[in-house]
């Protein structure tokens, strides 16, 4: 396990939450925690590093005051250490699905997973939806193959989408010739579903029936996915700096979030293959962070 700086942060904070807890917690301390040392993960905390260190400038450090630490853990293997250790701390994860931060909040004593909260790796399925929408440009329906990792997201997808649950006994390929009728496939990180096993039999699936699939990564658009956004580093890490600071400044944790901040990727040679006329509307759809370049 890597720690990559600390930085500290202490301070009184004009704030009723603050005030309420004063007797108990003066400030706070920022460590950034990582699983690995890959270029990719120093990227990560090196950015995320310097969005963080404004914190400190804001308020006086008193080395008196306790402070209680909070752990931004970068990636799964982080999040998992951190949830486990029993300091009195607050776990703000990135660069990790939804699926697998729900299972390591579940696994944890109450009081820690009361005290975790996250920016998802995966796009939202909001954001998805309306990225549907920009392509096709007239109604289409859309189906979505829930597993076991994704039966948390059925109530966001009600009533957008067709929901076909798979079990760990279906044949994929059953599984899609049910979907068939639908003209898009809206995909989402389940292991049980998207794996090495089976990505190879969606894709062509799909291709067949003339359906667009969009992925939950570039990566997947780039394998043979129609379509789909993504947050890059910069994107996330603006997203925890501002959950970060409005935690600081308020007292109370913000919910677990999917990413606010993306941009999108087209596979034009399979929208060509679909018939689909993809304009600027669809291929620059996006939401940035303020100061980040276009």
Known sequence: ?????????AASIASAAHAAN???????????VTGDDSAQTRRIADDLYKRLAPLVAQFRTEL???????????????????????????????????????????SAKPARAAAMTAVFAEPAPADQLQLVSLLYKRPVRVAAIIGAETGHLKPVLRGAALIEEMTPDDDINRVLNRIAPNEVLLAMPDSGIYNADNIRNI????????QGVI?????MVKAGALASTYSDIEDINAQV???????????????PQFPRYFS???????????????????????????????
Request: aromatic share 8%; net charge positive.
């Open 64 to 106: 008196a005051q306790r402070r209680r630490l909070v752990y931004v853990a970068i990636g799964p293997v982080a999040l998992r250490d951190v949830a486990r250790r029993a300091d009195d701390c607050v776990v703000i994860s990135a660069f990790t699905s939804s699926q697998v931060w729900r299972a390591v909040a579940a």
């Open 1 to 9: 396990m890597r720690w990559i700086g600390a930085l500290v942060l």
């Open 22 to 32: 004063a007797a108990k917690v003066d400030g706070f301390r920022f460590q950034i």
């Open 215 to 219: 992925g939950f990564s570039a990566d």
């Open 264 to 294: 999108t990727l087209v596979n034009e040679g399979v929208a060509r293959s679909l018939d689909l006329d993809v304009d600027d509307a669809a291929r620059k759809f996006a939401r940035h962070p303020s100061g980040k370049a276009r």
């Open 203 to 210: 894709l062509l699936s799909t291709y067949r029936h003339k």
């Open 241 to 255: 700096a501002e959950m970060t600071t409005a935690f600081v400044a308020s007292g109370e944790l913000p919910a």
